[in-house]
């Protein structure tokens, strides 16, 4: 079945991080030990710079465009563009993307450049707080960003 293989494969991955798309645009591609892709970008924040590695990340923006047909969604966060393909398998997916709408996404980096790419995994609207979520977002990634080891 390959729905079930879909899900086992992103249950054994890390959770999720949250990022602005500038990071994932800005960051580099690297392999891990098993040769899974992973992306390494640099933390938000003051203080030592580390870097961190990501494949599965949470995101937040304002959806620009659906294409339904494509089975893509492009979404502006506060750093610019990315895109999200399988819209049309996630779970309640559908009725939140319509332009204007403040959505949250889940899901694995399938590419950084020239604009981020993710294969959603979960959606949800965030819509009816947009104002909150969005002036929050940046302090909530940076916030996490610097309590991950």
Not at 24 to 30: A, N, Q, V, W
Not at 52 to 76: C, F, K, P
Not at 79 to 87: K, P
Request: charged share 20%.
């Amino acid at each position: 079945m390959m729905g079930t293989s879909f899900l086992s494969a992103d249950r054994a991955r890390s959770p999720p991080v949250k990022v602005l798309s500038s990071q994932l645009r800005e960051g580099k591609e690297s392999q891990t030990a098993s040769g899974k892709s992973e992306y390494v970008i640099r933390r938000l924040g003051p203080g030592e710079q580390r870097s961190l590695q990501v494949s599965v990340v949470w995101m937040q923006g304002t959806v620009l465009e659906v294409q339904s047909d494509l089975n893509t969604a492009l979404i502006l966060d506060e750093t610019g563009n990315f895109v999200v393909s399988g819209i049309n398998n996630v779970p309640k997916g559908k009725p939140c993307l319509s332009p204007g709408k403040y959505v949250m996404v889940m899901g694995v980096i399938q590419s950084h450049n020239p604009e981020p790419l993710l294969r959603a995994v979960k959606m949800a609207d965030l819509s009816e707080n947009a104002l909150i979520h969005r002036k929050n977002w940046i302090y909530e990634v940076e916030d996490l960003q610097q309590i991950l080891p």
